[in-house]
């Protein structure tokens, strides 16, 4: 029976997870559960995760949530999957582990609560909320740099001095690709600093080309869209900034 990946590609580990099995040619069924329609809190895919979450799999009889969880089992799992995803060697394979528990904890939070309230909280019909931003950019800034000295401290191209992209590479990288949702100015503000984690973000994408595009064209429209309602919020305070001098 072909495996089935539950997913919503607005979501960032729907993105990794979906990415990872067109790269390693994992014959697969997209399900798509459309967050915005709140079908990932119906009893159907209740069944399928009972969390709620996103992403899910279904292989067989076998049913599994949490996108690390998911990208581990894959790459055990199938064949003709590359060793540099998730080494044979185990102590490499602890290293990466360490780095996906990191992720959720650190990178996850503060791009996450950042993008929200700064930015998609009035489509999930939120608030914005100055104070969470900041308490998120705080996080988000220590995260990078983390990435930036820590994480990418070495020769390689990749996390923890790779020459080929693991697990960790590809679910990180999509982690900070929701960024691009945010204003241009305020996204180089945050990322201009860091230009390890800029080109460890591009050598990603071409590592996982043309794939990483396709997915990720959902984000690029949603971008897009944000950018039009920015601008047309931004002539309506330039309009009324007129109309009231003229009164």
Not at 47 to 71: C, T
Not at 108 to 129: F, S
Request: hydrophobic share 40%; glycine share 4%.
């Amino acid at each position: 029976m072909k495996l089935k990946v539950y997913a919503d590609r607005m979501s960032q580990p729907s993105r990794a997870v979906i990415i990872f099995c067109k790269v390693n040619r994992i014959d697969f069924e997209e399900v798509r559960v459309d967050i915005s329609k709140r079908q990932h809190i119906t009893p159907e895919f209740k069944e399928i995760n009972p969390m709620r979450k996103l992403p899910a799999i279904v292989d067989g009889r076998f049913k599994l949530f949490e996108s690390h969880a998911i990208l581990i089992y894959l790459a055990c799992v199938f064949p003709g999957v590359a060793d540099h995803w998730y080494p044979t060697d185990l102590f490499k394979r602890a290293k990466i582990n360490s780095v996906l528990d990191w992720h959720h904890s650190n990178l996850r939070r503060g791009a996450v609560e950042y993008v929200k309230n700064t930015t998609l909280a009035p489509a999930l019909g939120l608030p914005l909320d100055p104070q969470a931003a900041a308490e998120a950019e705080k996080v988000l800034f220590s995260s990078l740099s983390n990435i930036e000295s820590v994480w990418l401290k070495g020769s390689g191209r990749f996390l923890l001095g790779g020459n080929q992209p693991s697990i960790a590479d590809l679910s990180l990288v999509c982690e900070l690709m929701q960024l691009e949702v945010l204003d241009e100015k305020d996204r180089s503000r945050i990322l201009s600093p860091y230009k390890k984690v800029q080109q460890w973000m591009e050598d990603t994408k071409n590592a996982t080309r043309p794939h990483f595009d396709e997915v990720h064209q959902i984000l690029f429209k949603a971008k897009t869209k944000l950018q039009k309602v920015r601008l047309m919020s931004t002539n309506s305070e330039n309009l009324k900034t007129k109309l009231a001098s003229r009164m």
